[in-house]
T-cell receptor
Framework: ETGVTQSPTHLIKTRGQQVTLRCSSQSGHNTVSWYQQALGQGPQFIFQYYREEENGRGNFPPRFSGLQFPNYSSELNVNALELDDSALYLC???????????????FGQGTRLTVV | RKEVEQDPGPFNVPEGATVAFNCTYSNSASQSFFWYRQDCRKEPKLLMSVYSSGNEDGRFTAQLNRASQYISLLIRDSKLSDSATYLCVVAGGGADGLTFGKGTHLIIQP
């Protein structure tokens, strides 16, 4: 058990709708990052939050947005859902790294999103 | 060129055998390296960090070759429970996030 929890575990949405996924980080971890994992692929970095601000972003469009709260929990919001957004969405928490080093990241069990 | 490349397998290996996976990465500025394992329809779990000097954790040994931009994982005396997908992960530091390979699928056969 990593102590990272995500909700919901499964979700079905219709194309064009909006979705919010939630994540509680492991105790002592103040950095949260989100990943998208399509079937048969490795996880792809969406963005990272530290001290309630986005401080890193992967190659995802602006309709993917997020929040981090004072208790370090986080949300991932996706607007205007597309069929290709169907994937496992993973949240990871970690201690903050340095400019040159990433610390170990621990993942929640993920939210499996299906867009129909 | 893909950022992190792994042989997808599957590797079918008899129980008790030694198996080795390799991974190459394209970003020479990468600073942090990890191996994760992922069971079917589960989240990735940290197996071990990879240090420049190499490191060992029980039956698992990881090596890093910065000059060749190459990471390896060796599993000795493989167990049925080692069956999983092994993900090679690199990071550039700071807020760059982790870059994952597609994973190598390992099947340990009794």
């Amino acid at each position: 058990e990593t102590g990272v929890t995500q909700s919901p575990t499964h979700l079905i949405k219709t194309r064009g709708q909006q979705v919010t996924l939630r994540c509680s980080s492991q105790s002592g971890h103040n950095t949260v990052s989100w990943y998208q994992q399509a079937l048969g692929q490795g996880p792809q970095f969406i963005f990272q939050y530290y001290r309630e601000e986005e401080n890193g972003r992967g190659n995802f469009p602006p309709r993917f947005s997020g929040l981090q709260f004072p208790n370090y929990s986080s949300e991932l919001n996706v607007n205007a859902l597309e069929l290709d957004d169907s994937a496992l969405y993973l949240c990871a928490s970690s201690r903050p790294g340095t400019e040159k080093m990433n610390t170990e990241a621990f993942f929640g069990q993920g939210t499996r999103l299906t867009v129909v | 060129r893909k950022e992190v490349e792994q042989d997808p397998g599957p590797f079918n290996v008899p129980e008790g055998a030694t198996v080795a996976f390799n991974c190459t990465y394209s970003n020479s500025a990468s600073q942090s390296f990890f191996w994760y394992r992922q069971d079917c329809r589960k989240e990735p779990k940290l197996l071990m960090s990879v240090y420049s000097s190499g490191n060992e954790d029980g039956r698992f040994t990881a090596q890093l070759n910065r000059a060749s931009q190459y990471i390896s994982l060796l599993i000795r005396d493989s167990k049925l429970s080692d069956s999983a997908t092994y993900l090679c992960v690199v990071a550039g530091g700071g807020a760059d996030g982790l870059t994952f390979g597609k994973g190598t699928h390992l099947i340990i056969q009794p």
